[in-house]
């Protein structure tokens, strides 16, 4: 089995297993405030991660290129209010247009 | 079944609504998975198994960034932490026991959960927080196939952007988040951090690296507002 389905099957019971626990144990256990703190804080901190090396990355470099284009141009989608699926291929279409030009 | 009264009627239409335009986004999960280098039935293992969107996103991003197979896992499993807490607020709301509480664990996601919390009682929170999780799973699987197919067809999927659509997916995933100024702050120092880690760390430590550093930031101005609020 190749380490991707490897890495998969992790993630899937991984998990599985976070959402199974939440329903099990008693909700006192995780009302302490830096439990809750962290767990508001984790989806911001490493969401905003994900886009920084998502746009900036190219292996060890930092390029700024077409995918920076598209984002600025999510920005302003996002401002619109679009939905998700209009900013997501938005941003696509933006990026390819880019390239064509480039 | 019992006849419909009216609010009910409105928590079916409302709870539809929200898995239709969620389950919807699965095609781009499916098509950014594949352009991320995953087959057709690695997209659709990671809708049908992890089915939990942001860390879905997550594991393809990290894989595409070039990152271990386990560090998108790791990446995957911190995002769906949150769940956990989902759980536990809904667990008095649902009341499952057995094998109900094993199906019912996997359909606990932002939405479901969202939409079973915004019921006035707990009958009707289960009917939303069901309806809900079993439109989108339903929904979101056959996207995420369709979405897969169509980019693995595509050739290269750079011509078409896809590799800049997940940085928008990281975004407009993030975007509801920063309702105030101390997650803005978070987030660009989380941005900050894992870019800084780029040139210097393997692929996949960045968005770790940077995510920590962005919680310690977090957890410290929450503490010095804290300090602040107390009266003295």
Known sequence: MSTTWVAILVAAIGCYVLKYVGLSVPQRLLEHPVAERVAALIPVALLAALVAVQVLATGHELTLDARAVALAAAVGLLLLRAPFLVVVFGAAAVAALVRLIG | ?232
């Open chain 2, 1 to 232: 079944m019992t006849a419909e009264t009216p609010p009910d009627r409105r928590v079916v239409v409302d709870s539809l609504g929200v898995g239709v335009a969620t389950g919807a986004y699965g095609v781009s999960f499916g098509a950014v998975a594949t352009a991320s280098g995953l087959d057709v039935w690695q997209a659709c293992a990671l809708s049908l198994l992890v089915f939990t969107g942001a860390s879905q996103f997550a594991f393809v991003g990290v894989v595409a960034a070039g990152g271990a197979p386990l560090t998108g896992s790791l990446t995957a499993l911190l995002l769906g932490s949150r769940n956990l807490f989902y759980g536990a607020t809904m667990a008095p709301r649902l009341e499952v026991r057995g094998w109900r509480r094993l199906v019912t664990a996997h359909l606990v996601i932002d939405e479901s959960t969202a939409m079973g919390l915004g019921q006035d009682d707990s009958r009707q929170s289960r009917l939303a927080f069901r309806l809900t999780g079993w439109s989108i799973f339903v929904l979101w699987n056959l996207m995420t196939l369709a979405g897969a197919v169509a980019g693995s067809r595509l050739g290269d999927p750079r011509t078409f952007g896809l590799d800049a659509a997940v940085g928008a997916a990281f975004l407009a995933l993030l975007w509801p988040r920063l309702t105030a100024w101390p997650q803005r702050l978070v987030a660009l120092v989380g941005a900050a951090a894992a870019t800084g880690l780029v040139p210097w760390t393997a692929a996949g430590v960045p968005v770790i690296g940077g995510g920590a550093v962005a919680v310690v930031v977090g957890l410290v101005l929450a503490r010095r507002g804290v300090a602040i609020e107390e009266p003295s």
